[in-house]
């Protein structure tokens, strides 16, 4: 089979450049640090990176509401731990109301201080979040929960509850949405028929009645006992949610313990598909150089033969 001049040439120019194109392929893949620089370098590998990338995502998205419902039931917990603290120095104050020593005057005052007390209260129910939504109004999140009408009638609750019942849902694992708010009505309603708000306003407004009888002394008693009562199953209350708040945010921390493991099994499995061989991929380039240095002296030295360089 005679092979003719523009054949040699041909074979010789398309050898030389199969040996560029692979040779600049490995110094594209040495430079990215990347086996694979298209889909077509290695397709199943593609799509199984694909596939790994696509769950990391959702995997960062899981990790996003994780750090968000802890942020948030944190900001829960410190205001239930505030409202703790202002039902004890109630109950205190109350207890030292009982007193028998004291005068009208006496409990007067103490009533006053209870005011500030349940103003603080109103504060503490009416917190918002970072973002200024409230954070115990359920999902109505811009609206006020709790407000004060002064001029309540003797013997009724002077705060009334505007927000709903609504858990707020975060998704924080493929199977698992958690509730990231308390809502008004569970933490400050520790019974069907009685809030918090109506347990203090009926204790100021006790103090502030004056005792002129031993009658009224006997009654007083009675009374204040029943609102010792409701204010320890208030606390009691309290502490019953901020146990299921503390609950969540340990769960949270489980969570993100094993959504950052998972990360890092994603990020290993995505290096073995993608990530390059260094030592393979020099070995490979000095030899694709050496490959192109002889395919083009070949080329040179053929190209200059002739039958005169027989004659």
């Known amino acids: 089979m005679r092979i003719s001049t523009s054949q040699i040439y041909g074979s010789g120019v398309l050898g030389i450049e199969r040996n560029q194109n692979e040779l600049l392929k490995l110094q594209n893949q040495i430079s990215s640090g990347r086996r694979m620089l298209t889909p077509a370098d290695d397709p199943i590998a593609a799509a199984q990176a694909l596939t790994v990338t696509q769950s990391q995502k959702v995997a960062a998205q899981y990790a996003k509401n994780q750090g968000d419902a802890s942020d948030r039931l944190g900001l829960v917990d410190s205001q239930l731990s505030a409202l703790t603290d202002v039902l004890q120095s109630v109950r205190e104050r109350a207890v030292q109301a009982g007193n028998t020593v004291l005068a009208d005057s006496d409990r007067q005052a103490i009533a006053s201080e209870l005011e500030v007390r349940l103003e603080e209260m109103l504060g503490i129910a009416n917190g918002r979040s970072a973002e200024g939504d409230y954070l115990f109004s359920g999902y109505q999140g811009n609206t006020q929960p709790f407000v004060r009408s002064p001029a309540a009638p003797p013997g009724t609750s002077s705060v009334s509850y505007s927000g709903d019942d609504g858990e707020r849902l975060l998704q924080v694992g493929a199977s698992r949405q958690m509730a990231v708010n308390v809502t008004g009505s569970d933490l400050f309603t520790p019974s069907t028929n009685k809030s918090v708000f109506q347990t203090m306003q009926d204790l100021i407004d006790l103090l502030h009645a004056p005792i002129g009888s ?62 390059l061989d260094y030592v393979k991929a020099i070995s490979d380039f000095t030899r694709q150089q050496v490959s192109l240095e002889a395919a083009q002296k070949s080329f040179v030295q053929i190209s200059g033969l002739s039958l005169f360089n027989y004659i």
Do not use: C, K, W
């Not at 945010?249 to 994603?266: G, K, P, W």
């Open 214 to 275: 031993p009658a009224a002394r006997t009654a007083f008693s009675g009374q204040l006992a029943g609102h010792l009562t409701d204010l320890d199953q208030a606390m009691a209350n309290v502490s019953r949610v901020q146990s299921s708040v503390g609950a969540r945010m340990q769960e949270l921390d489980a969570l993100s313990s094993n959504t950052a493991a998972v990360d890092i099994q994603y990020q290993q499995m995505l290096s073995e598909l993608q990530d």
